[in-house]
């Protein structure tokens, strides 16, 4: 059974038996179920298939607390998912059978790796032979490798494929290209196709410079978007993927080439669609605002990390791993205290584990920490300095007063830390649509103050190339529970509203 996502503890029983359980609500899983399936003497007969699922507050799991509502229960979309005895591993933290990997691209080729694992539950050993190819977007073949493997019984064996793309057609916003790759495993006697996993692959090359900004395919690129939310009105976060899809082509058609997606891991139609739409992307884990001083909370954050990663590795759109947004927004303990000292260090040792697992994981895209505008805390704390990236969260001319001092704050933090690149992670003002105002003024919840407040933001951003990107908070309204405002229950921040009207 594959679940796209339960929030937020699943135990999944079949035959009233107890076959699994997974901790977190924004993150795919998979529970080997045939164990405990019932088979009659003409095949499978009636089986029963429960799932319990806990949506209480639960201090080891994140999210804590945030500006956002924790809907529960199955949300998005559950498979059965039937395979051969021979088969590429399911039981990989629900990622896809093969791993994609483009450690060398340029101008001139592209060289492709296509990792993963065989699973064998027969009692013998079997001879396989393992194919590649890579299609064009036409569907002809340009590229076929193959190799034999031996795989024990009722075992595993890993591989790897290699193979070179000449002259590729780069993937980036303005031409999304996408090849396709499909691998097969095949007896190696008789030819017969036991599984075939498949993926799309864009091939491209980036980096982010403290200086000059973003790099995609060796030219810079200006990243400008907006965060996004998984709710829409009357169907808290149980969308069906059209209108995931559309939400991405909302941001593309008002001429958005980045999106955060915030502040948890999103149904697989979200970044499927930035790979067709060419969007990029940055992913990220939920945890927000404060954490626990304990082994399962962190434990808990360091396997959500590995399952966005894994889940979500081979999607050419994505170029960021993010986790801790504005973590020190609510510090435990009182100021100054021993407790909050310590409370900081734990904070700050948790993010370095998560950013070398994350290194480890997949070294081929960046860290980053989006923060809080308390630039003094989280470079005194240390956290700052531990991302590839920076992310901030800046509410000048809204939270705070003054529109300049969000350009005031981009100077210092070059002049700071000029070796970091920074990534302006969140700007924005509600809106009601209802209010209009031919003196618009800061809380007044017009749409004309949101105009001024976004020109603004967008002039300075786009003046200093050492800023590499920009995501407005947020693409859409969305449901936030406590807030009590002009719109009861809702963040209205979106440059659409919660059913998408622009």
């Excluded at 669609?273 to 954050?301: H, M, Q, W, Y």
């Excluded at 005194?380 to 590839?388: E, F, K, M």
Aim: glycine share 8%.
């Amino acid at each position: 059974l594959y679940f796209e996502g339960v929030n937020q503890v699943a135990e999944v029983f079949v035959n009233s038996q107890p076959a699994g359980k997974h901790t977190g609500g924004y993150t795919a899983f998979s529970i080997p179920i045939g164990r405990y399936l019932k088979f009659g003497a003409g095949g499978m007969t009636a089986n029963e298939v429960s799932v319990k699922v806990d949506n209480s507050a639960n201090p080891d799991i994140p999210p804590l607390s945030a500006d956002f509502s924790f809907f529960g229960g199955i949300y998005r979309d559950v498979y059965l998912v039937a395979a051969s005895p021979v088969h590429f591993n399911m039981d990989n933290f629900a990622a896809p059978g093969i791993r994609i990997k483009t450690p060398d691209v340029n101008n001139d080729k592209a060289g492709i790796l296509v990792e993963g694992s065989i699973s064998n539950t027969l009692n013998k050993t079997n001879g396989l032979k393992i194919s590649c190819d890579i299609t064009d977007a036409r569907g002809a073949i340009i590229s076929h490798s193959e190799k034999k493997l031996n795989v024990p019984g009722m075992g595993q064996a890993a591989f790897s494929i290699s193979q070179t793309v000449k002259a590729p057609h780069l993937w980036s916003p303005a031409d999304p290209y996408l090849y396709h790759v499909v691998a097969r495993i095949a007896d190696a006697h008789t030819g017969e196709v036991l599984d075939e996993q498949d993926s799309e692959l864009g091939l491209r090359w980036f980096s982010f410079d403290a200086d000059k900004g973003f790099f995609l395919n060796g030219k810079p690129l200006k990243l400008i978007g907006a965060n996004r939310h998984q709710d829409f009105r009357e169907m808290a976060n149980a969308l069906p993927n059209a209108l995931h899809e559309r939400d991405m082509e909302l941001l593309k058609n008002m001429g958005g080439n980045f999106s955060r997606i915030a502040h948890y891991p999103q149904d697989s139609a979200v970044l499927q669609a930035c790979d067709r739409l060419g969007i990029l992307a940055s992913g990220e884990i939920p945890i927000v605002n404060e954490i626990t001083e304990s082994k399962a909370f962190s434990n808990n954050c360091l396997t959500m990390q590995t399952e966005m990663i894994r889940q979500n590795f081979n999607h050419p759109s994505v170029i960021i791993w993010a986790y801790m947004n504005e973590v020190l927004l609510h510090p435990h303990f009182q100021k100054g205290s021993q407790q909050q000292k310590d409370y900081f260090a734990h904070l700050v040792t948790l993010a370095k584990s998560i950013d070398s697992l994350t290194h480890a994981e997949d070294p081929s895209r960046y860290t980053m920490i989006p923060c809080h505008g308390d630039f003094n805390l989280y470079t005194s704390t240390g956290l700052a300095d531990v991302p590839q990236i920076v992310g901030w969260n800046l509410y000048s001319g809204w939270y705070s007063a003054g529109l300049e001092g969000f350009e005031k704050f981009l100077d210092h933090y070059h002049q700071a830390m000029p070796h970091k690149p920074m990534i302006v992670t969140e700007f924005g003002a509600d809106a009601d649509f209802h209010s209009h105002s031919l003196q618009p003024e800061r809380f007044d919840k017009t749409v004309e103050y949101e105009v001024i407040y976004h020109r603004h933001y967008i002039k300075q951003i786009m003046d200093r190339p050492f800023v590499a990107g920009a995501t407005v908070w947020n693409l859409v309204d969305f449901n936030s529970e406590f807030r009590s405002e002009s719109t009861p229950h809702v963040n209205t921040k979106g440059l659409v509203t919660d059913t998408r009207q622009p």
